[in-house]
């Protein structure tokens, strides 16, 4: 009964994993595809040793991955908190904080590169109108502001997530615990640090290694906002390994880049998988 499944996996999933690993020790050129022929480590250890590109990519790929859930994590939580109380309108809301993960990315990679345009974004624009900048801010044309411009727009796609998880984790807490903290002289920042982050601490901790996973393995986003410019500063691991593969037609170095992304995502699941246990121990 299992068997068409099985192989169902293993053609979809396994063996492209597998020749994919196997890619990554060989000299495989699309434009030159007689001359595959097996080299070892030799693209490990240029990797590591004279790719600075690799270097700077995979450098940013992290501050782009750490900055993002991190924004992203104090922002759900921010909004979650608010939300948890009972006000009016509660529900419209929620709605309104999910509204980033509902819209397509395309459209709002769209709309972020109209926003941002240095002539007629309308942010630029709106800092002209109340006298913060006399210049157009270049969010998509400079090196320091475009890697800041990919981080912020990949946050306001992501926090909902987060702000949905942390929520429930809220509702879960019960009420008694914060009336007797009350009553004991707790104000608010003492409930908030020995309440309410102790109580969603499980929570806080899969939402967060689940996101960092998703975002270290983000393409769209800055693909289609940058296309991992200007002068290749927004470049992620995923991103030069497309343009290695398909633009640069070098399929076997690009595959060793996909095997090192697989390692470091294997290592987070791992951690993922040990937080699960602690959790369920608890």
């Known amino acids: 009964m299992t068997i068409p499944a099985s192989i169902l996996i293993l053609v979809v999933s396994i063996y ?18 007689k001359k595959r022929a097996f080299n070892g480590f030799d693209n490990y250890i240029k990797l590591f040793t004279e790719d600075t590109e690799f270097h700077s990519a995979i450098l940013y790929t992290f501050i782009y991955t750490f ?8 922002l759900g ?3 979650a908190m608010l939300l948890n109380r009972h006000i009016k309108g509660r529900g419209v809301f929620r709605t309104l904080a999910l ?3 509902i819209v397509a990315p395309s459209v709002a990679s769209t709309n972020w590169i109209w926003l941002m345009n240095d002539q007629v974004g309308w942010i630029n624009k709106f800092l002209k109108s109340i006298g913060l900048i006399d210049n157009s801010i270049l969010f998509l044309a400079d090196e320091k502001f475009a890697r800041v411009t990919v981080i912020f727009t990949d946050m306001w796609r992501d926090y909902p997530f987060m702000m949905i998880v942390i929520l429930a984790g809220l509702q879960s807490i019960p009420k008694d615990l914060y009336e007797s903290a009350y009553i004991d002289g707790a104000g608010f920042w003492k409930s908030f640090r020995y309440i309410t982050m102790p109580m969603i601490k499980g929570v806080s901790a899969i939402s967060t290694i689940l996101m960092f996973i998703w ?9 289609l906002i940058t296309n991992g410019g200007p002068n290749n500063a ?5 991103i030069l390994t497309y343009y290695t593969a398909f633009y640069r037609s070098n399929i076997g170095y690009a595959s060793s880049m996909a095997s090192m992304m697989l390692i470091v995502l294997l290592v987070v699941a791992l951690i993922y998988l040990r937080v699960m246990k602690t959790n369920n121990e608890e």
């Open 16 to 33: 492209p994993l597998f020749q994919g690993i196997l890619l990554g020790f060989q000299n495989y050129n699309l434009q030159k595809p």
């Open 234 to 238: 927004t470049f992620t691991l995923p």
């Open 67 to 74: 900055a993002t859930v991190a924004i992203a994590y104090l």
């Open 99 to 101: 509204l980033p993960w």
């Open 215 to 223: 975002v270290f393995n983000h393409f769209d986003n800055i693909y």
């Open 77 to 79: 939580l921010f909004l």
